[in-house]
């Protein structure tokens, strides 16, 4: 037999503006959302030329999991250099490396929710990532997905409950010309 204490009307008054306050807050960052996606498709109705052959690629990397060559990284005697850890900036940020993001095993997480942590504000910046939600199946522990040549379309500023669209942003990077995507890789793992 399970006992369960019955709530008094403090208890669930406590409750309900918990509850409340959650989803104001899921409500503001979901318009901010919106702002980012609004952002992108007013810039991308003035695009014209070369911008209109810019590539984004997107692919599954599959680590064969028979295949656990341990020995080739025992052999390796190169020490790591030239690493950088950047803990005072944005991921999108950085230039000249590749974006690393340490993401949901379905591809973008909550973008099409409620979440707007890390994935979900590339997602959001970079909408040209959202296509892979419709791509990319849920992703193995012996996965990884690589996209190429997206683009960040907005500004931001806050996190999680504090995320804020904060205007238009124009990318910077250049445009590859043998591949026509500009110089940016993103991998999902």
Request: net charge negative.
């Amino acid at each position: 037999f399970f006992f369960f204490k019955q709530k008094t009307a403090y208890e669930i008054s406590a409750c309900l503006v918990g509850s409340e306050m959650c989803i104001r807050d899921r409500y503001y960052s979901s318009q901010e959302k919106v702002s980012c996606l609004v952002n992108y498709f007013q810039r991308i109705m003035c695009f014209s030329g070369d911008e209109l052959r810019r590539k984004v690629q997107y692919k599954r990397i599959v680590k064969d999991v028979e295949d656990n060559n341990y020995e080739f990284w025992e052999m390796l005697t190169d020490n790591m250099n030239d690493i950088e850890i950047d803990n005072q900036n944005k991921i999108e940020e950085q230039q000249d490396c590749i974006w690393v993001d340490f993401a949901n095993k379905f591809i973008g997480g909550g973008v099409l929710k409620t979440g707007c942590v890390q994935e979900e504000i590339l997602f959001m910046i970079c909408p040209e990532y959202l296509a892979s939600v419709l791509l990319c199946e849920k992703m193995q522990d012996n996965e990884a997905i690589l996209i190429k040549g997206g683009e960040q379309f907005s500004s931001y500023k806050g996190y999680g409950k504090t995320f804020e669209f904060d205007g238009d942003f124009k990318d910077q990077r250049q445009l590859v010309p043998e591949s026509q995507m500009l110089d940016l890789s993103l991998i999902h793992i």
